[in-house]
């Protein structure tokens, strides 16, 4: 046995022949009992300069090495870690298919990244599984919101449409933040299609993040139809906005807003931002008691709408 080697053990070797590649890394990674910056510190010698941050994704889960130079890094770690030669690097898989969208891990943004705090985002994120979000393709989404009487927000529902583009999808992770953090978070209600799994309460953040997993892991191009509600409760918030970001591309994003017909918005804007590009506003009149936006092949960016209230009478 060569030295600084964990024995090996069945559970270990399964990972390394079956994966996921996250899973088997991370294994690894505990079997070797370095640090990732002691890792990062062994690959620097060997002329390899890789982050621990970069470490910590993929052992995570949150991307996986797809360029050459990556790759190439990923066949000097086996060493570094004492695995078979080629193991870590088979359970990548074949590269993702190229096109408008973004092809690699490397190139797509955090998922914390549209958000105001995004290190508060990325810390809750942290506490579930998010290995499979860059595996699924959003095909369709639409969100409706509620708003009462009073002007206030009653509650929010979602179904989309999703796509597996690998075999084991079995999961969806809602982030849910509200801007008034002395409320209560909405309760998730109405599912279908999904059951709740691992949650992050964090009131104090206004930050609510859950696993929505799916009846049982998909296969690859295999899709799924999900919905879920998010209901406020008293004291209510006051609505005048709401939107969607994206960190991934939808092919189809519908947003409605429905208020209540006694008391309607005196001016409303709908707005997008893409990755990259300037803020896109539209004043938008609503029609009988509500308004609508569809975007198409968005993101990653943000979508939403923001309206005013007409002046009281004093």
């Known amino acids: 046995m060569k030295p600084g080697r964990a024995e090996p053990r069945p559970e270990f070797e399964r990972l390394l022949r079956d994966g996921p590649f996250a899973d088997a890394l991370r294994e690894a990674i505990r079997a070797r009992g370095l640090s990732l910056e002691r890792l990062r510190d062994h690959l620097r010698a ?15 889960g949150r991307s996986r090495p797809e360029r050459r130079d990556s790759v ?8 570094v870690l004492a695995v078979p030669p080629g193991s870590l690097t088979a359970l990548l898989g074949p590269p993702r298919a190229r096109g408008r969208w973004p092809a690699r891990a490397d190139d797509l943004p955090e998922i914390g990244r549209f958000w105001p705090d995004r290190t508060r985002i990325d ?13 699924l393709t959003r095909i369709s989404q639409h969100d409706v919101v509620f708003v009462g009487p009073e002007q206030e927000e009653l509650a929010f529902r979602s ?3 999703l796509r597996a583009e690998a075999d084991g999808p079995d999961r969806w992770v809602m982030i849910v933040h509200i801007d008034e953090h002395d409320r ?9 299609g999904c059951r709740p799994g691992r949650s992050v ?6 930050l609510l993040v859950m696993e929505l997993l799916f009846e049982r892991p998909l296969a690859k191009g ?8 998010l209901e406020n409760s008293a004291p209510f918030p006051h609505a005048t906005n709401y939107e969607r970001k994206f960190r991934l591309p939808a092919r189809e994003y ?29 004043e938008v009149l609503p029609r009988a008691d509500s308004v609508h936006g569809v975007a198409l092949n968005f993101g990653p960016g943000r979508f939403g709408f923001e309206w005013d209230w007409p002046a009281l009478n004093c």
Request: aromatic fraction near 6%; charge should be negative.
């Open 254 to 282: 519908v947003l409605e807003v429905r208020f209540s017909p006694d008391v309607l918005p005196a001016r409303c804007r709908r707005y997008s931002e893409q990755d990259g590009q300037p803020a896109e506003w539209t």
């Open 184 to 192: 209560p978070l909405p309760r998730v209600t109405s599912l279908r």
């Open 159 to 161: 179904r989309q449409v």
């Open 46 to 60: 060997r002329g390899v300069s890789i982050t621990a941050a970069t470490l910590s994704y993929w052992q995570s």
């Open 201 to 206: 309460h964090r009131p104090e953040d206004g």
């Open 72 to 79: 190439l890094a990923l066949r000097h770690l086996e060493q």
């Open 123 to 135: 810390a809750a994120v942290s506490e579930v599984d998010t290995r499979w979000d860059e595996r």
């Open 222 to 229: 295999e899709t799924v139809i999900t919905e879920h509600a």
